[in-house]
């Protein structure tokens, strides 16, 4: 299944949510979702992605356990909407009333090993500020701390949803942001965090594993 057309409008969570829409996400920063990969919905999955992915955790914990060591986060692009419908690209993430004024948020990032360097994770990132307190969203917005350190760091009471995994074929950029080549094969999932019993942050996370798959 390759997903469908975009859309240049910015979305946002709905109260209801129980999947992930894992087009809604993509059209946040691809207009043509091919440049990113293609994506199959997969039942089973080998390892060791079965391991990075196939729980219902945060992947900051499972992937720094898995490597052996912590991870930073990189912000590739970021889009923050106001409720005047205005979106914008790269806030003054210092500037505290434009990060109050942020109705929804979202970023693209990876996440590196702090001390071999490593890329071992892209992902997309969408939350609600509101379903977050204001200095936790503040610290996310900073891009300084991975969103899952920042939550278990301030005790935030959540719930991570695993909702589907994904067979992720490499387009141009995820070759480019996990060293591979394009058409390699690795594994993906999307997820839900509930905040205080709230839908607060849905997720796509792909994982390089130990390399590709051929």
Request: charged share 20%.
């Amino acid at each position: 299944m390759t997903p469908g057309s975009p859309s240049s409008e910015i979305e946002t969570l709905s109260e209801s949510a129980e999947q992930v829409d894992l087009n809604s996400l993509l059209r946040e920063f691809y207009d043509d979702f091919a440049e990113l990969a293609s994506f199959e919905l997969a039942s089973e999955i080998p390892e060791p992605f079965d391991t990075l992915l196939n729980h219902q955790s945060h992947m900051t914990v499972t992937v720094e356990h898995y490597h052996g060591e912590p991870v930073d986060v990189e912000v590739h692009r970021r889009r923050n909407r106001f409720a005047s419908g205005d979106v914008v690209q790269a806030v003054d993430v210092a500037n505290p009333e434009e990060l109050d004024a942020t109705v929804a948020y979202t970023r693209e990032i990876t996440l590196v090993t702090h001390d071999t360097h490593q890329v071992v994770q892209h992902g997309i990132v969408r939350l609600d500020p509101s379903a977050l307190s204001r200095s936790v969203w503040h610290q996310i917005a900073s891009g300084e701390i991975p969103l899952g350190r920042v939550l278990i760091e301030n005790n935030v009471l959540r719930q991570v949803q695993l909702c589907r995994l994904w067979r992720v074929t490499a387009g141009p950029s995820l070759a480019k942001y996990l060293n591979l080549q394009v058409g390699d094969v690795v594994y993906g999932r999307t997820a839900l965090i509930r905040c205080d019993h709230k839908p607060a942050i849905e997720l796509l996370e792909i994982v390089r594993g130990n390399g590709p798959l051929s």
